[in-house]
């Protein structure tokens, strides 16, 4: 953009190019260095400014392309170092495990846990931590919430068609949180955060037990699924696997 202060007259005058115009009024009147200026004082000015700016856009458009380039890639040079330096997460959620049976924990343990441990030796070990519950449903909540799980008033588990999901649509999960700093997040097993599972009718069902189960029409997609809370992939079951009905 060129921006030029003061009263000028801009454009061609009546049957004359601009061009012609600027170029003719250079020859016929010199520029004013004192007193009163008119307006076609300007012109010998502003038909300098104008050539000189001709000469240089090629070299202003070529430069500025190139900056844009360049910022292009160092920015996407950036991104991909700062999503390479991003340290893998992997959270097992285990139902009954207990704080001395994995061997990182507690060398004395039974049961030989080496791929758990060689995760520990590479990675991060912490050595307090707390359940929010001692039951699956809201146990996963709080994890994957950081909310206390007695605010969403529900005590005990889901069976079969049981929900709606317990985390609100729009609120912050972790997922969510990791894949706005990079991150691809995927959940393999059980949700069991409650889904909401649609009849022939294309009405939600949400409830337990085996009767609900039969209504089920599994043609109709999932609306609050794992991958509407924050995750990119889900493989699994709504509950448990071993024990349920689904």
């Not at 007695?150 to 972790?174: D, H, S, Y």
């Not at 949400?206 to 109709?220: F, H, M, T």
Request: glycine letters at 12%.
């Amino acid at each position: 953009m060129l921006l030029i202060e003061g009263p000028f007259i801009a454009g061609p005058m009546p049957d004359q190019s601009g061009t012609r115009f600027m170029r003719d009024a250079c020859k016929r009147r010199p520029i004013h260095r004192r007193g009163s200026v008119g307006a076609k004082d300007y012109l010998p000015r502003l038909s300098l400014i104008v050539r000189r700016m001709l000469w240089l856009a090629p070299l202003m458009l070529a430069g500025g392309l190139w900056a844009g380039l360049a910022s292009v890639v160092v920015a996407e040079k950036a991104d991909q170092a700062s999503v390479g330096s991003l340290p893998n997460i992997l959270i097992i959620l285990a139902d009954d495990l207990g704080y001395g049976d994995v061997g990182c924990y507690n060398p004395e343990s039974k049961v030989p846990t080496p791929c758990l441990d060689q995760l520990a030796a590479q990675g991060m070990r912490f050595t307090d931590a707390h359940s929010a519950a001692t039951v699956c449903t809201p146990s996963r909540y709080s994890l994957l919430t950081g909310r206390m799980r007695f605010r969403t008033g529900m005590a005990g588990v889901f069976t079969g068609a049981g929900g709606p999901c317990l985390i609100e649509k729009g609120r912050l999960t972790l997922p969510q949180m990791l894949r706005d700093k990079g991150y691809a997040t995927a959940c393999v097993g059980k949700c069991h955060v409650g889904l909401t599972f649609l009849d022939k009718d294309g009405q939600p069902i949400n409830q337990n037990g085996l009767e609900a189960v039969k209504r089920i029409d599994y043609s109709r997609p999932i609306p609050d699924a794992p991958v509407h809370r924050g995750f990119d992939y889900f493989f699994g079951t709504a509950c448990c696997p071993g024990t349920d009905w689904l």
